[in-house]
């Protein structure tokens, strides 16, 4: 069962999974109704959604769970991982069927600012990072240190909501003292920065720009006994947030790092899927910048590069033989297309009004 099913994660797990449903149930428990792709599960479930409502969310859930029963809850959003691995912690019985690790790393995951203190820890080369209500004097030595300009983000939140690039002072002190906001080392060119922003002071402001570049992806797969299972290394081409083509990487220090940092999620207690995000310096060195505990808008298309990371899900975590598809031989890049879809009114009533739906 799919928390956030209709979301962008839960259309890529059912595209993943899509020449194997015969030997699955999946179900979907989303907060919208009106999402076409909702109806391509088994059954649907209605629920009031976490981030506005934890505690009516928690409730419909339990409703949910005692109705379903399902055999494994996978999260599809990062409020998802959150809210499974608080509930494994309090309920140690119901661990096995929930698709997450420790409570203590899922909520490292969600918060950026804490990102950085899990990564500072362990000895991960996480991006320099400081919280927006920082101290003074701590702002002017990070500014110092990596001047402009510097990336703004939310400190919970994804799909690159919120962020912003801040090129000077009076844009910094506009953010400074907030504490829903952290301050990261720009990782890209800031040469080209800049000369946008005097682009835009002379010419005026594109109807569509990006700062996007092609970003390094590490997914892996950790078995509920800490076995990695799996690991696929991505150079994924982003567009507004999401992942427009991708590759497979050919850089071997990629995947050396990535195996090494994965693995040591794996010993501090994480499970399940993992996904990191990482970009070279201006140093050339590599420097992550996000993790992710969960499927990603790109999971459709490593699967079809052959990276079955749904699979080893499933196969790990229930000891359910799913069948293995084979990628095309010499598979190496996967494009995104449009996939136009009909909403039928009927069955969004028909879920709206019941809170769930089957075929």
Same mark, same amino acid.
């Given at each position: 069962?799919? %928390?956030?099913?209709?979301?962008?994660?839960?259309?890529?797990?059912? =595209?993943?999974?899509?020449?194997? +449903?015969?030997? /699955?149930?999946?179900?979907?428990?989303?907060?919208?109704?009106?999402?076409?792709? &909702?109806?391509? *599960?088994?059954?649907?479930?209605?629920?009031?959604?976490?981030?506005?409502?934890?505690?009516? *969310?928690?409730?419909?859930?339990?409703?949910?769970?005692?109705?379903?029963?399902?055999?494994?809850?996978?999260?599809?959003?990062?409020?998802?991982?959150?809210?499974?691995?608080? +509930?494994?912690?309090?309920?140690?019985?119901?661990? !096995?069927?929930?698709?997450?690790?420790?409570?203590?790393?899922?909520?490292?995951?969600?918060?950026?600012?804490?990102?950085? @203190?899990?990564? !500072?820890?362990?000895? &991960?080369?996480?991006?320099?990072?400081?919280?927006?209500?920082?101290?003074?004097?701590?702002?002017?030595?990070?500014?110092?240190?990596?001047?402009?300009?510097?990336?703004?983000?939310?400190?919970?939140?994804?799909?690159?909501?919120?962020?912003?690039?801040? %090129?000077?002072?009076?844009?910094?002190?506009?953010?400074?003292?907030?504490?829903?906001?952290? #301050?990261?080392? *720009?990782?890209?060119?800031?040469?080209?920065?800049?000369?946008?922003?005097?682009?835009?002071?002379?010419?005026?402001?594109?109807? *569509?720009?990006?700062?996007?570049?092609?970003?390094?992806?590490?997914?892996?797969?950790? =078995?509920?006994?800490?076995?990695?299972?799996?690991?696929?290394?991505?150079?994924?081409?982003?567009?507004?947030?999401?992942?427009? +083509?991708?590759?497979?990487?050919?850089?071997?220090?990629?995947?050396?790092?990535?195996?090494?940092?994965?693995?040591?999620?794996?010993?501090?207690?994480?499970?399940?899927?993992?996904?990191?995000?990482?970009?070279?310096?201006?140093?050339? @060195?590599?420097?992550?910048?996000?993790?992710?505990?969960? #499927?990603?808008?790109?999971?459709?298309?490593?699967?079809?590069?052959?990276?079955?990371?749904?699979?080893?899900?499933?196969?790990?975590? &229930?000891?359910?033989?799913? @069948?293995?598809?084979?990628?095309?031989?010499?598979?190496?890049?996967?494009?995104?297309?449009?996939?136009? +879809?009909?909403?039928?009114?009927?069955?969004?009533?028909? /879920?709206?009004?019941?809170?769930?739906?089957?075929?």
């Amino acid at each position: 069962m799919l %928390l956030s099913g209709g979301s962008l994660v839960g259309q890529n797990i059912i =595209a993943a999974l899509s020449q194997r +449903r015969d030997q /699955l149930d999946i179900r979907a428990v989303n907060s919208k109704a009106d999402e076409p792709t &909702l109806f391509d *599960f088994d059954a649907v479930y209605l629920a009031p959604w976490i981030g506005s409502d934890p505690g009516a *969310f928690e409730q419909r859930f339990d409703a949910i769970v005692e109705e379903a029963a399902p055999d494994l809850v996978i999260p599809c959003r990062d409020d998802d991982v959150a809210f499974l691995a608080a +509930r494994a912690q309090r309920d140690p019985n119901a661990r !096995s069927r929930y698709l997450c690790g420790s409570r203590s790393i899922a909520d490292a995951l969600s918060d950026k600012w804490e990102s950085w @203190r899990f990564s !500072s820890a362990l000895g &991960l080369p996480f991006a320099p990072t400081l919280r927006a209500d920082c101290a003074r004097d701590e702002l002017d030595a990070f500014v110092h240190a990596h001047g402009f300009p510097l990336v703004a983000k939310p400190v919970s939140g994804f799909a690159s909501r919120g962020v912003v690039l801040v %090129l000077d002072r009076e844009q910094l002190a506009r953010l400074v003292g907030r504490n829903d906001y952290i #301050f990261q080392k *720009f990782l890209g060119d800031p040469d080209r920065v800049r000369a946008h922003a005097q682009s835009v002071a002379r010419d005026g402001v594109p109807l *569509f720009h990006t700062f996007e570049e092609v970003k390094h992806s590490i997914q892996g797969c950790i =078995a509920p006994e800490g076995r990695i299972s799996g690991l696929m290394v991505t150079d994924n081409l982003m567009r507004f947030g999401r992942s427009e +083509r991708v590759d497979l990487a050919t850089d071997p220090e990629l995947e050396s790092a990535g195996m090494q940092w994965v693995r040591t999620f794996a010993e501090a207690g994480w499970r399940g899927p993992l996904n990191i995000q990482c970009q070279r310096g201006s140093d050339g @060195r590599l420097a992550i910048y996000e993790y992710n505990g969960r #499927f990603t808008g790109a999971t459709a298309a490593r699967y079809l590069l052959g990276f079955d990371e749904v699979g080893m899900v499933v196969r790990d975590w &229930l000891a359910f033989p799913l @069948r293995v598809d084979a990628p095309p031989p010499g598979a190496r890049s996967v494009i995104r297309t449009m996939n136009s +879809r009909m909403l039928d009114p009927g069955k969004v009533t028909s /879920l709206s009004r019941t809170l769930s739906w089957r075929p």
